[in-house]
């Protein structure tokens, strides 16, 4: 099974945007996912409560480290509270295979992301890249030069910048009813569709996890509810 952590110690920078995001657009795919919610405010279990029945089921499991999730499950994806540190933060790594950690382009965010990051590098499993840590750039505004400036910051680290993701009310309004972006219709999402592609080519990619993973594509799932296939 392969296990994805959105991690930063920071609040607010997405990482229940992310992880429930990430768990819609790979059941479209056709992953059966698990989401395991350890924040106590519990937001990504009451986004799960809200899951209309007609889009593709995502399975709440107990955030227990001990808890497994059923056995047809084959990607268990993570959302974790801000603050996390120490021995807890280090089992979490080193039950993933893959850590996202979302930044917001502010120059705070981008300070505390870097320390955050240097502590990370110190956690064994990511020093051997036993785990593979990505960053997202989240709530980007257009025309913001933040890639680059954050591809500078992050000169020094082993940590790619795997996409960014657009500031738009089409997180927040989905995110309501219990919907991410990925099951949003094209005339609304299909920008933010656009976005989460090098997301998902860099988890599919063995250079996010060291073993082989579904070839389709949001898109190409995007395609196929467009014409019926
Ligand atoms: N890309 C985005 N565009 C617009 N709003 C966003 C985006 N990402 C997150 N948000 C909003 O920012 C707030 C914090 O996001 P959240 O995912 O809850 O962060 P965290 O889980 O890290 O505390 C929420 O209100 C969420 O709807
Ligand atoms: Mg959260």
Redesign the pocket.
């Known amino acids: 099974m392969r296990t994805i952590a959105v991690i930063?110690a920071k609040?607010?920078?997405?990482?229940?945007?992310?992880a429930t995001s990430l768990a819609s657009a790979l059941a479209w795919e056709g992953h059966v996912v698990a989401l395991a919610d350890m924040d106590p405010q519990q937001?990504t279990n009451d986004w799960l409560k809200h899951r209309p029945e007609n889009y593709p089921a995502l399975t709440g499991i107990d955030a227990d480290a001990a808890a497994r999730p059923p056995s047809d499950v084959d990607t268990l994806i993570i959302d974790t509270p801000?603050g996390l540190a120490g021995n807890e933060l280090e089992q979490i790594i080193k039950r993933a295979q893959t850590v996202l950690v979302?930044v917001l382009p502010s120059p705070v965010d981008m300070r505390a992301a870097w320390r955050f990051l240097s502590h990370l590098q110190e956690i064994r499993a990511v020093r051997n890249s036993d785990t593979i840590v990505g960053l997202i750039a989240?709530?980007v505004r257009p025309q913001t030069i933040i890639y680059r400036e954050l591809t500078g910051f992050l000169e020094g680290f082993r940590v790619p910048v795997i996409g960014q993701?657009?500031?738009?009310?089409n997180?927040?309004r989905a995110?309501e009813k219990g919907l991410a972006v990925a099951d949003l219709p094209p005339y609304l999402a299909f920008h933010d569709w656009e976005e989460w592609e090098p997301v998902l080519a860099w988890i599919r990619s063995k250079k996010s996890q060291g073993k082989g993973a579904s070839p389709n594509s949001l898109l190409a799932a995007a395609m196929q509810r467009l014409t019926g296939g």
């Open positions: 930063n609040g607010g920078c997405g990482k229940t945007t992310i937001s801000a979302p989240n709530r993701l657009r500031d738009s009310m997180y927040v995110f």
